[in-house]
């Protein structure tokens, strides 16, 4: 059965801190790996991965994927209140056009 | 234990006839929310249900799009006269938010396959 695991399920921490949340996974004839960030109801795309270790940057976020070890990384430097969010993780494979989704990270960033 | 399940998981369909789509979440859950995965789209948020409060029906592209939860457990998707734009993987997911453990964690189901012909 395919299955997204993401950890921790919540992390706080304080502003300027940085944050690595990990998504592994197991799953048949994996295509790619995506990042969500869920403020409210609406999750926002971040990051598509489908090479190992070529890390994606947008500002302070950068994630990177591992195909050999089947883990993901989202790194958060330097992190801002506005971070505060629900960061979720989900696989694509060539089985199905269906999203596989992890729990979710739940971030909060206090001042 | 049971994780959320939906049926059908495909659904294919003529222009202008309504579709049900259900979600069964995980029992205890008092959460559930309803997505939409569109091709080159992303996850579009549709509506979410919290215990007995008045949904947030915010995302609902349109009124032919209804949604509704009985004895806050089982969930329908109701689309009515159908268009092809309709076409996407509905998502299900619910969240076991309580006073005494609050969490967001989403526990998803597989989703189910809607194509309009």
């Known amino acids: 059965e395919d299955k997204v695991v993401q950890s921790p399920l919540s992390l706080v921490v304080h502003e300027g801190d940085t944050v690595t949340l990990n998504c592994s996974y197991e799953v048949t004839n994996f295509r790619s790996l995506l990042w969500y960030k869920q403020e409210k109801k609406a999750p926002t795309f971040l990051f598509m991965l489908?090479?190992?270790?070529i890390e994606k940057k947008s500002g302070r976020l950068s994630s990177i994927l591992d195909k050999k070890e089947l883990f993901s990384i989202l790194n958060i430097t330097a992190t801002q209140t506005g971070d505060s969010a629900i960061y979720l993780c989900?696989?694509?494979?060539?089985?199905?056009?269906?999203?596989?989704f992890g729990t979710g990270t739940r971030l909060q960033v206090f001042p | 234990g049971a994780g959320v399940s939906q049926s059908p998981s495909n659904k294919v369909t003529e222009k202008g006839k309504d579709v049900e789509l259900r979600c069964d979440p995980i029992s205890g859950h008092t959460a559930l929310y309803w997505y939409r995965q569109s091709l080159g789209q992303g996850l579009e948020f549709l509506i979410y249900f919290q215990g007995n409060s008045a949904p947030d029906k915010s995302g609902l592209p349109s009124d032919r799009f209804s949604a509704e939860r009985t004895g806050g457990s089982v969930s329908t998707l109701t689309i009515q006269r159908t268009q092809q734009e309709d076409s996407a993987v509905y998502l299900c997911a619910s969240s076991p938010i309580n006073r005494a453990t609050p969490t967001d964690t989403q526990y998803f189901g597989p989703g189910t396959r809607l194509t309009v012909l």
């Open positions: 489908t090479s190992s270790g």
């Open positions: 989900a696989v694509e494979t060539y089985n199905t056009d269906k999203l596989i």
